[in-house]
């Protein structure tokens, strides 16, 4: 598998903690490569609806606003519920 090296922020570092402390993924790369795939899939489906980037940009904000979760999260979340 290739790798790849990325600079984060220490929030995020600290979400992708939170994320394998939790059980939702067995390892911060998993959770990165997880959230990679959902943002994949989100721009394949605005490319759908034409949808601009901000806008999905704006809409993941609102769900993080709303729920104090990012997309991803929130995501899990469903999943776990159905």
Avoid: C, H, W
Avoid at 15 to 41: C, N, P
């Amino acid at each position: 598998m290739p790798m790849i090296s990325v600079d984060i922020s220490n929030r995020m570092k600290q979400m992708t903690d939170e994320l394998v402390k939790s059980g939702y993924y067995t390892s911060q790369s998993e959770a990165i490569r997880d959230a990679i795939r959902e943002l994949y899939f989100l721009i394949q489906e605005k490319n759908k609806k034409n949808i601009t980037l901000e806008e999905v940009r704006e809409l993941t904000g609102q769900i993080t606003k709303k729920t104090g979760k990012n997309l991803s999260q929130v995501i899990i979340e469903s999943r776990d519920e159905e």
